[in-house]
């Protein structure tokens, strides 16, 4: 049986996290060729200006962007961005699972809200999106779906212990989630981008490799969305060298991520700053 690969006659697409980055870039993407996309996320300001921005590009565009405000880590607010998807403008036909925050960790200054905030929009942000949309593909008996997650979920990386932690969740959870979905006519995707040059990443302090534009990484996504492998990744050269990374033993691993990343020669993170006392002390 081929795999169902969503069409905007279909019905509509959906975007979490669209309105910055990579998310955003992928709604007027998918816009662009045809399909109705409900974008959400927190903040309405940007998304009606990603509307406004696909209306100004006229019927030139071919689709058009629906706004629907939600945040992921509210289970409630998902349920009903899909039943404003489902009862007021259609089927989910592609739901896109994107919205995600990037909190590094330094093990010197180890704080429990970096990995609470990051396992609630990266992880469980992804869930509450996943039961509304599954539930309705269910129904309908087809639907296509792409969780976003990262190179970085392939193996730990510097500052990675909470993001990377999510994004190796996320790369099981799609994994074993197939198993079943395939023999419901719903096709599941990994989208493991490597760098993209967005507000997340901008922040960076290093020099990313192989750093990809938002347009590239959109149009990378729609063409993968398109094909029947599994994973979409990108750039290939970068990502599948750090998959094939993870393959080697332990030793090797954190010796070449060391001299790749210059991490053993950085100072540590708590270097010229005052050691806070254990509240004991
Ligand atoms: N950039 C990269 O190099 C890279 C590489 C690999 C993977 N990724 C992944 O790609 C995805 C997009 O990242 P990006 O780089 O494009 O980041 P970005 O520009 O910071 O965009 C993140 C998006 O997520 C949304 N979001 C955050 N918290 C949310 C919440 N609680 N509820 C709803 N939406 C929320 C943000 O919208 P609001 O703030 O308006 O809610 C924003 O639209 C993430 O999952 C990231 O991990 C990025």
């Given at each position: 049986m081929q795999d169902f690969v969503a069409r905007p006659e279909h019905g509509i697409a959906w975007i979490s996290g669209a309105s910055s980055g990579i998310g955003r870039a992928l709604a007027l993407k998918l816009a662009g060729e045809g399909y109705k996309?409900?974008?959400?996320?927190?903040?309405?300001?940007?998304l009606a200006e990603l509307q406004a921005e696909a209306n100004g590009l006229g019927s030139g565009l071919g689709g058009s962007i629906i706004v629907l405000d939600g945040d992921v880590t509210n289970a409630e607010d998902m349920e009903h961005v899909l039943a404003s998807i489902e009862y007021e403008h259609g089927a989910l036909a592609l739901a896109v699972f994107n919205a995600g925050?990037?909190?590094?960790?330094?093990?010197e200054e180890l704080r429990r809200e970096d990995f609470e905030q990051s396992f609630a929009v990266n992880l469980q942000g992804v869930v509450?999106?996943?039961?509304?949309?599954?539930?309705?593909m269910k129904h309908k008996g087809q639907g296509q779906i792409a969780i976003v997650s990262s190179v970085t979920g392939y193996g730990g990386l510097p500052t990675g212990a909470a993001y990377g932690a999510t994004k190796a969740a996320l790369i099981n959870m799609a994994e074993s989630l197939k198993f079943d979905l395939d023999k419901m006519g719903i096709r599941i995707q990994l989208i493991n981008p490597g760098f993209v040059d967005t507000p997340a990443t901008r922040k960076n302090e290093f020099p990313m490799p192989s750093l990809v534009s938002v347009e590239e990484a959109a149009a990378q996504i729609s063409a993968g969305l398109k094909q029947q492998s599994f994973e979409i990744t990108f750039p290939k050269r970068?990502?599948?060298?750090?998959k094939a990374l993870n393959?080697?033993?332990?030793?090797?691993?954190?010796?070449?991520?060391?001299?790749?990343?210059?991490?053993?020669?950085?100072?540590?993170?708590?270097?010229?700053?005052?050691?806070?006392?254990?509240p004991a002390e």
């Open positions: 996309v409900a974008v959400t996320a927190r903040d309405h300001e940007k925050v990037y909190l590094p960790v330094h093990a509450n999106c996943l039961v509304p949309a599954v539930r309705h970068f990502t599948f060298a750090l393959l080697l033993p332990y030793s090797l691993y954190f010796w070449l991520v060391n001299r790749a990343t210059g991490w053993q020669e950085r100072p540590r993170a708590d270097h010229h700053r005052p050691v806070t006392p254990h």
